[in-house]
């Protein structure tokens, strides 16, 4: 219900008497007084009316918040009238004078059913005159410190982020071999089939086909070159030439080794990005005019003849640049093909230490119950105390099971293995945004860009603060209660009613909030059946309807009542 406002009145014309004050002359700003980012601030705006204010009159106001069993004191003003001689707003006497005063209230649950008052002390002179308090307002709404007022919100506005594992079942892997050719020739020497990367290629090949079961071939890649120097036809039929052989040689290791697999080739005959990688690479004199020539020129038969006439260094490139360019490469693709989701949660129950940190980690995807998956993050920590990520993991599940020391206790060894995880400093956020600790929140937010769930977080730290408007841009498109909650307070009810419509999972305050809606948009159906919702899921929502202001015009309806049973 609207609150009634104030404004002054005086109920005696009497200019040597200050008396009782009404409230009609008084206006509050917010007319509802609402809790904002753990505030209450108001502005009073008023007005000493004409003949009123006595002349040697000194008087403080006060504003005051009362509640059963407490009360809050609010910044107090003070005026005088025109005699007297100081500092303060001067009121005269014939004239009267309006005024404005800011106070803000640090908000405490119980402030839900209360009133504002201004309480008066006044002397004329040295006498003390007396101005009975005003009461000017009634209640606070309170919804948007639903979070910081109730934990299992707080629980529930966002999940903590998760520690995600790296396991791939099948990892793409690559071996290469060069053959290196002589200048103007294409025959594959007995020596090239000796070297040291030959050898590994080849006993890969053999080891694909012993293990099978864990290899498979994907295929043999044979690309061949030339370098850019001579003629181009000459080049090309040179670079074809090193092509057919080295395949030839791959085609007969792969029969060797008992393996069947593609062999793809191509060549190119003037290789002049490898011959321009090479250079930058070299420390060879005049090297960035060579670069230069390059760039300039796109015709080879330009570039090679301006790169001949560089004969201080021509002579340097044939030796170690050119033979470089005279290859074929070999390359062996195959896959490494890992456990089975059976074979991984058998080899867990039968001897764990021969799993990977990452196939532990996704072990723990694999089965459903939080029991379980604790046990396998346990026993990854176990094995594995070096990576946090376990930690933060079993973290997430003590928050998500209301047990915040040990979800602390394990934030705190998975921050002492890697304090700049950005999942871990976003759970610190929660767990200090659950603490009521909105600085710290904030700071550990500032670590966790990257981090999951990051914009919910962020959302609900931002209505923690009061800045509603950039929780709703945080929230993004989310349909959850909190991204619901900031559209409430940022008065958006109808984007907040769909949200809240969509919510995944819907719980005692997704009903509690569409409650809140309907209170906002006069729809006092929509307020009964989701607060005899939210009230059936969570029987203690129906006291806290009782004492919300948002509900404060519902209390004498029956259908109201009875929704609250």
């Known amino acids: 219900m609207p609150l009634l406002v104030a404004m002054v009145a005086v109920l005696t014309s009497c200019s040597s008497k200050m008396g009782e004050l009404s409230a009609d002359y008084f206006t509050t700003n917010p007319q509802v007084l609402e809790a904002v980012g753990g505030k209450v601030p108001v502005t009073i705006n008023g007005k000493f009316p004409e003949k009123y204010f006595n002349k040697k009159a000194v008087v403080t106001v006060t504003p005051v918040l009362k509640w059963e069993g407490g009360q809050a004191v609010g910044t107090p003003a003070t005026f005088q009238g025109e005699k007297v001689?100081?500092?303060?707003?001067?009121?005269?006497?014939?004239?009267?004078?309006?005024?404005?005063?800011?106070?803000?209230?640090?908000?405490?649950?119980?402030?839900a059913k209360s009133e504002l008052y201004l309480q008066f002390s006044a002397k004329v002179g040295k006498k003390e005159v007396a101005i009975p308090e005003v009461k000017v307002a009634d209640g606070v709404l309170a919804t948007g410190e639903i979070m910081s007022t109730n934990a299992n919100y707080?629980?529930?506005?966002?999940?903590?982020?998760?520690?995600?594992?790296?396991?791939?079942?099948?990892?793409?892997?690559?071996?290469?071999?060069?053959?290196?050719?002589?200048?103007?020739?294409?025959?594959?020497?007995?020596?090239?089939?000796?070297?040291?990367?030959?050898?590994?290629?080849?006993?890969?090949?053999?080891?694909?086909?012993?293990?099978?079961?864990?290899?498979?071939?994907?295929?043999?890649?044979?690309?061949?070159?030339?370098?850019?120097?001579?003629?181009?036809?000459?080049?090309?039929?040179?670079?074809?030439?090193?092509?057919?052989n080295a395949a030839a040689y791959a085609k007969k290791q792969l029969k060797k080794a008992k393996l069947e697999g593609n062999i793809d080739t191509k060549y190119t005959a003037e290789d002049w990005e490898g011959f321009k990688t090479l250079v930058e690479k070299s420390n060879i004199q005049d090297k960035e005019v060579i670069l230069r020539v390059l760039s300039m020129y796109n015709d080879p038969e330009r570039r090679e003849a301006e790169i001949k006439n560089l004969s201080s260094v021509y002579g340097t490139l044939a030796d170690e640049?050119?033979?470089?360019?005279?290859?074929?490469?070999?390359?062996?693709?195959?896959?490494?093909?890992?456990?089975?989701?059976?074979?991984?949660?058998?080899?867990?129950?039968?001897?764990?230490?021969?799993?990977?940190?990452?196939?532990?980690?996704?072990?723990?995807?694999?089965?459903?119950?939080?029991?379980?998956?604790?046990?396998?993050?346990?026993?990854?920590?176990?094995?594995?105390?070096?990576?946090?990520?376990?930690?933060?993991?079993?973290?997430?599940?003590?928050?998500?099971?209301?047990?915040?020391?040990?979800?602390?206790?394990?934030?705190a060894k998975a921050a002492g293995i890697?304090?700049?995880?950005?999942?871990?400093?976003?759970?610190?956020g929660l767990m200090a945004m659950l603490n009521g600790e909105k600085e710290k929140a904030e700071a550990y937010l500032a670590k966790s860009s990257g981090a999951e769930k990051l914009n919910e977080a962020l959302g609900n730290l931002y209505i923690a603060q009061g800045q509603y408007d950039r929780a709703v841009s945080s929230f993004k498109e989310a349909k959850t209660n909190s991204a619901a909650l900031a559209q409430i307070m940022s008065k958006d009810y109808n984007k907040a009613k769909s949200t809240l419509e969509a919510v995944t999972n819907p719980d005692a305050y997704t009903s509690y909030l569409k409650a809140v809606v309907g209170a906002r948009t006069n729809n006092a159906s929509m307020v009964v059946s989701n607060l005899a919702k939210a009230v059936k899921e969570d029987a203690s929502l129906a006291q806290k309807a009782m004492k919300d202001a948002e509900f404060a015009k519902y209390l004498t309806n029956a259908d109201f009542l009875n929704a609250l049973k």
């Open 418 to 428: 890697n304090a700049a995880a950005p999942e871990v400093n976003n759970n610190l």
């Open 154 to 244: 707080t629980l529930g506005a966002t999940e903590p982020s998760m520690s995600s594992d790296k396991f791939q079942r099948i990892i793409k892997e690559a071996k290469e071999a060069n053959i290196m050719f002589l200048i103007q020739q294409a025959n594959v020497r007995a020596n090239q089939l000796k070297t040291a990367e030959m050898n590994a290629l080849n006993e890969q090949m053999a080891a694909i086909k012993a293990d099978d079961k864990n290899l498979a071939l994907t295929n043999v890649e044979v690309t061949a070159y030339a370098s850019p120097d001579g003629e181009l036809g000459l080049n090309e039929k040179l670079a074809g030439n090193r092509e057919s």
């Open 85 to 111: 001689e100081g500092n303060d707003q001067t009121i005269y006497y014939k004239a009267g004078g309006a005024y404005t005063m800011k106070t803000t209230f640090d908000y405490v649950p119980a402030m």
């Open 321 to 411: 640049i050119l033979p470089q360019l005279r290859r074929a490469r070999l390359t062996l693709n195959y896959e490494i093909i890992g456990r089975s989701d059976d074979e991984i949660l058998n080899t867990f129950a039968a001897s764990p230490k021969e799993l990977s940190v990452e196939e532990l980690l996704y072990a723990a995807t694999l089965v459903k119950g939080s029991s379980d998956k604790e046990a396998i993050y346990k026993k990854t920590t176990e094995i594995y105390p070096k990576d946090y990520r376990a930690f933060n993991n079993l973290a997430n599940l003590a928050y998500q099971d209301g047990d915040m020391e040990a979800a602390a206790s394990y934030l």
